[in-house]
């Protein structure tokens, strides 16, 4: 609604940036990254988990057998959380 030319400008701008990240990068980039990255994208370094106070878990434990030492059961969509 302003008459200035280089504020419309800017605000067309922005506006192209919010659309490009919603849809491009949120959407389809960073699923994609995941994915090609795998497991080396939940990756902590020691220096991290210091500074965060959590307990690293040993590069030769995978997610599935780290606590109980059996494969956990896959979620489905109708499965309960609590259950």
């Avoid at 506006?15 to 949120?26: P, S, Y």
């Avoid at 980039?29 to 106070?53: E, I, K, Q």
Wanted: no cysteine; hydrophobic share 55%; aromatic share 6%.
């Amino acid at each position: 609604m302003a008459p200035d030319l280089t504020v419309k400008m800017m605000a067309t701008g922005m506006a192209a940036g919010v659309l490009i990240d919603a849809v491009i990068v949120r959407t389809l980039l960073t699923p994609a990254l995941v994915v090609l990255f795998g497991r080396a994208n939940w990756y902590l370094p020691r220096w991290a988990a210091v500074l965060l106070r959590v307990k690293p878990v040993p590069a030769a434990a995978s997610s599935d057998d780290a606590v109980s030492g059996e494969p956990r059961e896959p979620v489905t969509s109708g499965s309960s959380w609590h259950a």
